[in-house]
């Protein structure tokens, strides 16, 4: 072999060795990604509520939780708070032992985010009455469940498998008046969860503002 072989064929070799460690290294950061699925565990996450106090989704296992994508300024999710719709959902399920969190996923500087004092002062105005609102800022955690809208919402039983995901009903309008009639799939989910039936409707299309990643 001649010494310009032997440097093509070095040159080659280190070539691909540095593509296979190049692959290895992409590899794990890949199979690390985590999407939530109805009929599977949800996946945990850690985020901080608007008084800085950590909340983990692993320590409400043993009991049932739904997750609610938030921004006050959607018009859609106006419709609820406006309406009394959603805090009232809020208490009702809470006196029966739902864990209920809101979490907003926009980014700081857009629309729906609000931190220290804006923040507190604008759960009070809203009449926000879940246990918690936890900031989600870079947003990992809406990417993780694949929320796309404001309201988007969740409902996880006891065992931690994510059984509802999707719209919070069947009236996909900024019309206060569609609150009175219409389905509320969230309800129904945990009805029938907690009677030890089948939830008959186990994810629908959400509806609302993008969410402000």
């Not at 540095?18 to 890949?30: H, L, N, S």
């Not at 990992?140 to 409902?155: D, L, Q």
């Not at 509802?164 to 509320?184: C, F, Q, R, W």
Request: with cysteine.
């Amino acid at each position: 072999m001649t010494r310009r072989q032997f440097s093509i064929s070095t040159l080659l070799a280190l070539s691909l060795f540095a593509i296979a460690v190049f692959a290895e290294q992409k590899a794990p950061e890949t199979a690390a990604v985590t999407v939530a699925t109805v009929g599977q565990t949800a996946p945990d996450f850690t985020l901080s509520d608007a008084a800085g106090k950590s909340h983990s989704l692993s320590l409400y296992k043993g009991k049932y939780v739904v997750l609610e994508w938030i921004n006050f300024d959607c018009p859609f999710v106006r419709k609820h708070y406006n309406s009394g719709n959603m805090p009232r959902l809020q208490k009702e399920m809470m006196e029966k032992g739902v864990v209920w969190l809101g979490i907003c996923s926009s980014a700081s500087g857009k629309q729906g985010y609000f931190e220290g004092k804006e923040l507190t002062e604008r759960l009070k105005s809203e009449g926000f009455s879940a246990n918690a609102y936890l900031i989600d800022g870079d947003g990992n955690v809406g990417r993780m469940y694949g929320a796309k809208t404001t309201p988007h919402m969740y409902v996880i039983n006891p065992e931690g498998s994510l059984v509802y995901a999707g719209a919070i009903d069947d009236k996909p309008s900024t019309k206060l008046d569609d609150v009175k009639g219409a389905t509320n799939y969230i309800v129904a989910a945990l009805q029938a969860a907690m009677a030890g039936k089948e939830i008959s409707t186990k994810s629908t299309v959400s509806y609302g503002c993008s969410v402000k990643y």
